[in-house]
T-cell receptor, first 110, second 115 residues
Framework: GDSVTQMEGPVTLSEEAFLTINCTYTATGYPSLFWYVQYPGEGLQLLLKATKADDKGSNKGFEATYRKETTSFHLEKGSVQVSDSAVYFCAFTGFQKLVFGTGTRLLVSP | GAGVSQSPSNKVTEKGKDVELRCDPISGHTALYWYRQSLGQGLEFLIYFQGNSAPDKSGLPSDRFSAERTGGSVSTLTIQRTQQEDSAVYLC?????????????FGSGTRLTVV
């Protein structure tokens, strides 16, 4: 069935380090792919998206590329900040709803 | 409204009591979704509304859970005879009809604690 697999957290980095959070999906057809972010005490916010193969979504210095051949949508950022500490969710369009991964907590220390 | 509004933001209830959670979606959004986020878990889909009808309620965990939507707008999620395992954050989201490709807008959630 439809599912998303994200790397387990927490991911602990120092400020200005490079970030990668892996995400792979199992889906039928050609879904749209998303990354959502949940900052402490807040609701989920759409971070970026890609709607077709080889598209690159980007926002706030984060990037992710839709890789159809590997069914992946890894999240990257070249230099993280303390303010990036949050939980990141990978998701895709399943049948009539978004299917989410379990989330990856990112902790960035000064 | 400008965003998705959920109320209450926090609810503590005794085991066995009924609770109602409210969601007010973005004006004009015809699709509305309920998800549940338990501690250490991902987002669990509960139910989807298109207008006032629910084409997919496959995620409701038991018959103690029900939801309705009226006027194509406000939705209420009701949990009867609450159990401790119902403790979670209940999230509501809305989107324009047929535009899942743009993602959803989420509310801030209702944190339910059953004691």
């Amino acid at each position: 069935g439809d599912s998303v697999t994200q790397m387990e957290g927490p991911v602990t980095l120092s400020e200005e380090a490079f970030l990668t959070i892996n995400c792979t999906y199992t889906a039928t057809g050609y879904p749209s792919l998303f990354w959502y972010v949940q900052y402490p005490g807040e609701g989920l916010q759409l971070l970026l998206k890609a709607t077709k193969a080889d598209d690159k979504g980007s926002n706030k210095g984060f990037e992710a590329t839709y890789r159809k051949e590997t069914t992946s949508f890894h999240l990257e950022k070249g230099s993280v900040q303390v303010s990036d500490s949050a939980v990141y969710f990978c998701a895709f369009t399943g049948f009539q709803k978004l299917v989410f991964g379990t989330g990856t907590r990112l902790l960035v220390s000064p | 409204g400008a965003g998705v509004s959920q109320s209450p933001s926090n609810k503590v209830t005794e085991k066995g009591k009924d609770v109602e959670l409210r969601c007010d979606p973005i004006s004009g959004h015809t699709a509305l979704y309920w998800y549940r986020q338990s501690l250490g878990q991902g987002l669990e889909f509960l139910i989807y509304f298109q207008g006032n009808s629910a084409p997919d309620k496959s995620g409701l965990p038991s018959d103690r859970f029900s939801a309705e939507r009226t006027g194509g707008s406000v939705s209420t999620l009701t949990i009867q005879r609450t159990q401790q395992e119902d403790s979670a954050v209940y999230l509501c989201a809305s989107s324009s009809s047929g535009t899942d490709n743009y993602g959803y807008t989420f509310g801030s959630g209702t944190r339910l604690t059953v004691v």
